[in-house]
T-cell receptor
Framework: KAGVTQTPRYLIKTRGQQVTLSCSPI?????VSWYQQTPGQGLQFLFE???????NKGNFPGRFSGRQFSNSRSEMNVSTLELGDSALYLC????????????FGNGTRLTVT | AQTVTQSQPEMSVQEAETVTLSCTYD???????LFWYKQPPSRQMILVIR??????QNATENRFSVNFQKAAKSFSLKISDSQLGDAAMYFC???????????FGKGTTLSVSS
């Protein structure tokens, strides 16, 4: 089975712009979660989607949004980028059951200048 | 507050030796799942081992095993017969169930020398 695929691997954007990151889960997985990783804050939960519905959301401003499509692929959007949004964004998929482990992708490295 | 503490920012071990990484967590839930993830320079977070809190038996996966002490809220990872490929950042994490936030520690950087 192919793993979780995130595109692009690297992004450089300017403050004030918006960006969209993409995540393709493992085939058959219906849950997709997004995490932000920074040296200062570590790994923080953004949100989780299951069958196109957002089930859980972390403590991030409304500039961070996401969606999931019928094929379980997910996108994350960040509007009005700030310098502090520079981070590694990790996507993870799971089968969605209570005890299903998360399988992560390689992440998208976003740099805001 | 839900927290995970990894008290060792860095650890080092010789090849073929054994090393233990520490982790403590704080939760008011009685049922939850604990994980150790490995993140090499490639950035991908790789699941090393998982433990269901309702199971008393410690999980093992080949050279990796855990010491789970539920009352003490402790979940340490033991790596036996360390290999150069084990060098990475290791994260301890837990969640109540899949779909909820996975709470991560700050990580322990493990270096392995020959």
């Amino acid at each position: 089975k192919a793993g979780v695929t995130q595109t692009p691997r690297y992004l450089i954007k300017t403050r004030g712009q918006q960006v969209t990151l993409s995540c393709s889960p493992i085939s058959g997985h219906r849950s997709v979660s997004w995490y932000q990783q920074t040296p200062g804050q570590g790994l923080q939960f953004l949100f989780e989607y299951f069958s196109e519905t957002q089930r859980n959301k972390g403590n991030f401003p409304g500039r961070f949004s996401g969606r999931q499509f019928s094929n379980s692929r997910s996108e994350m959007n960040v509007s009005t980028l700030e310098l502090g949004d520079s981070a590694l964004y990790l996507c993870a998929s799971s089968a969605g059951g209570r005890d299903s482990p998360l399988h992560f992708g390689n992440g998208t490295r976003l740099t805001v200048t | 507050a839900q927290t995970v503490t990894q008290s060792q920012p860095e650890m080092s071990v010789q090849e073929a030796e054994t090393v233990t990484l520490s982790c403590t967590y704080d939760t008011s839930e009685s049922d939850y799942y604990l994980f150790w993830y490995k993140q090499p320079p490639s950035r991908q977070m790789i699941l090393v081992i998982r433990q269901e809190a309702y199971k008393q038996q410690n999980a093992t996966e080949n050279r990796f095993s855990v010491n789970f002490q539920k009352a003490a809220k402790s979940f340490s990872l033991k790596i036996s017969d360390s290999q150069l490929g084990d060098a990475a950042m290791y994260f301890c994490a837990y969640h109540v169930r899949a779909g909820t936030a996975l709470i991560f520690g700050k990580g322990t950087t493990l270096s392995v020398s020959s």
